[in-house]
């Protein structure tokens, strides 16, 4: 059971979300996305336009995903991967380097992000 972790806030859930976890589904067997809460959101700057609860219950329809889990803060990944047993961490490549240090305890992965969609780009498309 090779079991695969991967975080994000997955808001106004788009395709480029959905190639990301299919993708890193495809990797293994069992699929864990941590799923920023709003309070992370908003260390990290975001405000989220659904809220953890819908982000959540929407990421748990996907077919790819099979458990979604909260992240609270940055500094939690090394004590996920241990507690999930997680064999590889994946990210799209916008974050490439960024989780290396966590390649002494899992194989990490940075896959091509989707071009041509984004959280930012819907919320800007809209409001032509
Ligand atoms: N993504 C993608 N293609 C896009 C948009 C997003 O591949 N067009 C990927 C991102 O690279 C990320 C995942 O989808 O791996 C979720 O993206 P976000 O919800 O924007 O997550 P982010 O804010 O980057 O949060 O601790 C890490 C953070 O929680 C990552």
């Not at 290396?100 to 091509?112: A, M």
């Amino acid at each position: 059971m090779k079991r695969i972790i991967t975080y994000g806030t997955y808001d106004l859930l788009h395709w480029g979300h959905i190639r990301l976890l299919k993708r890193a589904k495809e990797l293994g067997d069992y699929l864990i996305v941590v799923l920023s809460t709003d309070e992370f959101n908003a260390i990290k700057g975001k405000k989220s336009y659904h809220n953890y609860q819908e982000r959540k219950m929407m990421l748990e329809a996907i077919r790819y995903v099979d458990l979604v889990v909260p992240e609270y803060r940055w500094e939690q990944k090394k004590e996920d991967i241990i507690k999930y047993q997680a064999d590889v961490f994946v990210m799209g490549d916008d974050w490439a380097g960024r989780f290396d240090e966590l390649s002494e305890i899992v194989e990490v992965r940075y896959l091509p992000r989707t071009e041509g969609i984004s959280t930012t780009k819907i919320k800007n498309d809209l409001e032509k």
